[in-house]
């Protein structure tokens, strides 16, 4: 490599972005030591280069910035952070220096932060079921060890109480183990991180958790950087440590309006929204370093939240993630304003893994059934809901009104929970059966006949 | 040709290079650029400089760097081996790179796409001496059990052959029978290359007539697709695509299925990668992945080799088309093989069309979708591709470009509904959105079976529309202000959604439906519909033929009674009849 040149001048700047002219020798992807007229340092990278001319963006923004005076190096070698189990009980910027105060982490190992593309060859097929606790999420979007399930929100909604539960809450049924969690926030409010950081204080995982941060009051640029720091860190952990790792990404939503003032400070050619045409693929280059990888014994689970704009699901950013992702859970505004908690909703969440991680052997027999049973029941009563709102309640048939008892019910029992409380998964079912039973038994098609049999259990006063 | 031509880099942006100094170099030819001598290939020519799309991770990547190619178009390894291997897009085996690199894919890694030292057991077919062309078959491998592989002339090669390989093991370099062409002696191996974008030669096409059996009753019965057809499986996030086309690449009848994970989960081919070894044709009493090519080009890796994958996919197709196979093609998801044709056309500045995409797209759709068919191959036999093309529109919405475009040039066309899929009703293909144009091509077949199969389909499929018409009046008014009848259509078009359209693809028995057994069960709900009308008509109430045990029964049947055994349905068929005759009328 040539020695590294110090470029004085800028050719100019704009947004996040600065141009060096009159460049040698410069790679791709390279980063870059940007210093301003009174020394201090921010990074970058190289975006595009040509024989001439060399793009960067400035992940610390490049406010104070003067075409003159500042100072440029190209260091000749792609973004890295430096990685050890001592990061652990941490505090990171988005680039992974510390500002808890405490000094630099010493390692000599260092990772890119980009990462590298799991061979899909070496990846082991997700199956071992993680109890959250919350019924909405265990009995009917199961969540498994290596899944990246994100949460759906809106504006005002809890889906930090959410993620705080899981964490607090997440092991696996057989073994108990429990997750080391890495929290990375991007462009979120402090109030928001310092919530996640307090609730972990509190339920003692905080010394096992790495928290990366990059603000509301940060760059904006930092925070395209924050989550791939959080999840080099989780790989390292996982796939060379054998950790178990819970990484919870929060507001991907922002992080995917950083993307698009790049791309549109580079003159890109916008796709729907305003976004870039890569918002997919770059997405997905987050989104896809979750899984377990044969041989290893650590995995990475990711939750990332995400705010929908005016809590539309075809907005880009929920709708692109909800392709990427292995399935969603779903706030729902109307049972927000119900007083339920937690809101998720019964019909658009969905987890796609949950069919291999249930079942006998791994909860219990009629899991899947039941599962789906709730679906098809509780998509009926959201159609009878809707004819009621024209006809009235009083005319309809005695079936019909018997699932709206059903559909109350379901939302207010089982749906419903405290935020402290810790449901295991045979209570979950128990309440699910208990739901179902409130149906009369040939309504329950979905289920084998023994498990009706064995579970359904029609309240006795109704008999009498 | 082979001569090496040499250039460097003056520009990168993302995986888009510009070079000089390749002089004479070709469209698509492949160029291999930097130090790591990454794999790239020639996407446009202007005057002086070459713009190449890389397909790898080019970071660190310099103006001044080396650019080398031998003017060889991409292409892809054709031969025994293919079956259960899993490559990424340009055909890279993924399994070597595993044993080579680890978990990761680093840049860079060049390996054979076919396992160069194995020994395969040839079997010579003809003699020495005989006057062979294009497409002749000399010989065969038992490439797996399930598959018999098929030793060609290549395309555009014919003459005496001169020299054949007595019966036995060889590797695939090694030269297997020598022709006497025109223009020299042509040196035949058990393996060939053949450029990716360039369709594989056929004697002619022909009308398909035959249908692809899939085991789905909702795609068998009312929305069939003929073997080398095409058909587009548009959906929505959560709608259940890759779960359709794992069903179809499961159960569906053709001898080879190619599976294109383009774009998509990393997850969800390890799915197919542990399910498949697993999972047993119950046709032939074999695991699935004998018969089975894979190419993963997952989301998070190199965006160009995305854009080529399908090709690489359908080639592999091609070529056993050629052996006269039968062979289905998924491609999951063409929309990230558009959003890749974007990403690229949009980096070469090109001006963008409807939502970014370039003017050419849907050209590029067709001539995909074109590679499908049945044919007379070279060799005078049939053979086909069917493609099954999954599409992802962006919000769900069907208006966008890229269902648009594909919609033009499928003809089988199998809507998901969100509405279907939130109810965890699956297969979610909607009955009012879908629509198949090979009905009348195939109703003969099915003739065979049942003579009256297409009055019967078409009966059934009207009391779904007459319940999607009642559906928009009892949303004003109610069920009950309906006359009985109208109402026993609801109830009746209830029963054929559980009991026939939804299907659990993991239940033992409900999985695969055998054509015998899809006519069985909706000519007993057909039985219900009219014989239960006409009690309706005479006054019996709907609900008290709903109260019926047999009517609970028949949901059930789907699951409870195997292919083998189909007799016992028209016992409940009886026990139908029985029951409604026995129903009386409220006095």
């Not at chain 1, 870059?32 to 793009?55: F, K, M, N, P």
């Not at chain 1, 950087?225 to 507001?251: G, K, Q, W």
């Not at chain 2, 397909?55 to 060889?72: A, F, H, M, Q, W």
């Not at chain 2, 065979?448 to 999607?468: G, K, Q, S």
Request: some cysteine.
């Amino acid at each position: 490599m040539p020695a590294e040149i110090e470029y004085t001048n800028l050719s100019g700047i704009s947004g996040p972005l600065i141009f060096v002219d009159g460049i040698n020798g410069v790679g791709y992807g390279d980063i870059v030591e940007i210093r301003d007229a009174s020394g201090v340092l921010r990074i970058g990278q190289t975006l595009e280069v040509d024989e001439q001319r060399a793009v960067v963006q400035v992940f610390e923004g490049t406010s104070g910035l003067s075409v003159q005076g500042t100072r440029v190096t190209f260091v000749g070698r792609a973004l890295e952070i430096p990685v050890d189990r001592e990061m652990l009980g941490r505090v990171f910027d988005g680039l992974g220096r510390p500002i808890d105060g405490a000094p630099q982490v010493i390692t000599d190992k260092m990772m890119n932060v980009n990462g590298l593309p799991i061979n899909p060859w070496s990846r082991e097929y997700p199956r071992d079921f993680i109890q959250t606790g919350i019924s909405a999420i265990d009995g009917m979007n199961t969540l498994i060890r290596g899944q990246k399930l994100p949460i759906f929100s809106g504006s005002g909604m809890p889906h930090n109480r959410i993620a705080a539960q899981i964490a607090r809450q997440a092991k696996i049924l057989s073994a108990g183990e429990e997750f080391t969690v890495i929290f990375a926030a991007m462009g979120v409010k402090f109030d928001v991180a310092r919530f996640f950081i307090d609730s972990l204080e509190e339920s003692g995982v905080l010394t096992h958790s790495a928290i990366f941060l990059s603000l509301a009051d940060s760059p904006s640029i930092e925070r395209l950087v924050t989550p791939r720091s959080a999840l080099t860190l989780a790989e390292y952990l996982a796939f060379e440590e054998n950790m178990h790792v819970l990484v919870i990404l929060t507001d991907m939503t922002n992080y995917c309006e950083a993307l698009r003032e790049l791309s549109s400070s580079r003159g890109e050619i916008p796709s729907r929204k305003g976004y870039p045409g890569y918002l997919y693929s770059d997405l997905a280059s987050v989104y896809e370093r979750a899984g377990r990888l044969k041989g290893g014994k650590g995995s990475i689970t990711q939750v990332p939240i995400l705010t929908m704009p005016s809590d539309d699901i075809s907005h880009p950013v929920p709708d692109l993630t909800g392709y990427i992702t292995e399935g969603q859970i779903v706030l729902e505004r109307d049972l927000f304003n119900k007083g339920i908690y937690p809101p998720i909703a019964g019909l658009p969440s969905l987890s796609r893994l949950m069919k291999d991680g249930i079942g006998e052997g791994r909860t219990r027999k009629d899991h899947g059934q039941v599962a789906a049973q709730l679906f098809a029941s509780y998509a009926k009563v959201k159609r009878i809901r809707a004819l009621a709102a024209i006809v009235g309640e009083e005319e309809l048939s005695g079936l019909d009104k018997i699932y709206l008892k059903f559909g109350t019910a379901f939302e207010e029992v089982y749906l419903s929970q405290a935020y402290e409380e810790n449901r295991s998964i045979e209570q979950t079912l128990d309440i699910g059966w208990r739901m179902l039973s409130l149906l009369p038994r040939d309504e329950l098609y979905r289920i084998a006949r023994e498990d009706i049999q064995r579970y359904y259990m029609p309240q006795k006063e109704e008999d009498k | 040709m082979d001569e090496l031509l040499t250039g460097s880099v003056i520009a990168v942006n993302g995986p888009i290079v510009k070079a000089v100094g390749l002089k004479g170099i070709g469209m698509f030819d492949i160029a291999e650029v930097g130090p790591d001598r990454l794999i790239g290939e020639v996407i446009r020519l202007a005057g002086e400089i070459t713009i190449i799309q890389v397909y790898e991770d080019n970071t660190g990547l310099k103006p001044g760097d080396e650019v080398i190619s031998y003017g060889r178009p991409l292409s892809v390894l054709l031969g025994p081996g293919l079956i259960a291997n899993i490559y990424d897009g340009i055909q890279r085996p993924l399994v070597g790179i595993s044993e080579v690199c680890g978990s990761y894919i680093r840049k860079g890694i060049k390996l054979s796409p076919l396992d160069t030292a194995k020994r395969w057991d040839f079997k010579p077919l003809v003699s020495s001496g005989t006057e062979v062309k294009e497409g002749s078959i000399v010989g065969e491998v038992q490439e797996s059990p399930l598959v018999l592989h098929r030793v060609l002339v290549p395309p555009g090669v014919s003459g005496r052959l001169t020299r054949i390989a007595d019966a036995g093991a060889y590797t695939i370099e090694e030269t297997i029978f020598v022709v006497d062409t025109a223009s020299g002696a042509f040196k035949g191996k058990l393996a060939v290359y053949w450029p990716v974008r360039k369709p594989r030669p056929n004697k002619n096409r022909k009308k398909p007539f035959v249908p692809l059996i899939t085991g789905q009753r909702v795609i068998d019965t009312f929305f069939p697709i003929a073997r080398g057809g095409t058909a587009a499986i548009p959906g929505g996030f959560g709608t259940g695509k890759t779960m359709t086309q794992h069903a179809l690449a499961k159960w569906c009848n053709a001898d080879i299925i190619v599976y294109i994970g383009c774009g998509e989960r990393g997850n969800e081919m390890t799915d197919v990668l542990t399910d498949f070894p697993k999972l047993i044709d119950e046709r032939n009493g074999r695991p699935l992945i004998e018969r089975t090519v894979m190419i993963a080009n997952t989301s998070n890796m190199p965006v160009p080799a995305r854009e080529v994958s399908i090709y690489t996919g359908v080639t592999i197709a091609e070529y056993y088309r050629d052996m006269g196979y039968s062979v289905a093609v998924m491609a999951d998801s063409t929309s990230r093989w558009a959003e890749a044709l974007r990403e690229l056309s949009s980096r070469l500045g090109d001006m963008p069309a409807e939502e970014g995409f370039p003017p050419y797209l849907g050209t590029r759709l067709a001539e995909f979708y074109e590679r499908a068919g049945l044919v007379e191959t070279l060799s005078g036999a049939d053979g086909d591709i069917t493609i099954v093309g999954a599409v992802s529109p962006p919000g769900g919405d069907f208006s966008e470009p890229v269902t648009q475009h594909t919609s033009r040039f499928v003809r089988c066309f199998w809507a998901l509904d969100k509405t279907l899929a939130d109810a965890r009703h699956y297969p979610s293909i909607s009955w009012i959105d879908s629509y198949t144009e090979y009905l009348i091509d195939i109703e003969d077949w099915w003739k065979n079976l049942d003579a009256e199969w297409l009055a019967t389909r078409n009966e059934v499929m009207n009391i779904l529309l007459e319940d999607h018409r009642l559906e928009q009046v009892v949303k004003l008014v109610g069920s009950d202000a309906l006359p009985p009848s109208e109402q026993y259509i609801l109830f009746c078009a209830e029963m054929i959604k559980n009991a026939f359209l939804q299907q659990n693809s993991f239940d033992p028995q409900d999985k695969f439906c055998s054509p015998e057994k899809q006519i069985k069960l909706l000519k007993s709900l057909l039985t219900l519909y009219k014989k239960g009308l006409e009690r309706v008509h005479a006054g019996v109430s709907v609900k008290d033929i709903a109260a019926l045990t047999v009517v609970s029964e028949i949901v059930r049947l789907k699951s409870e009674i195997p292919n083998q055994d189909l007799a016992k349905i028209d016992e409940y068929v009886l026990r139908l009849e029985q029951g409604l005759s026995a129903l009386k009328p409220p006095s």
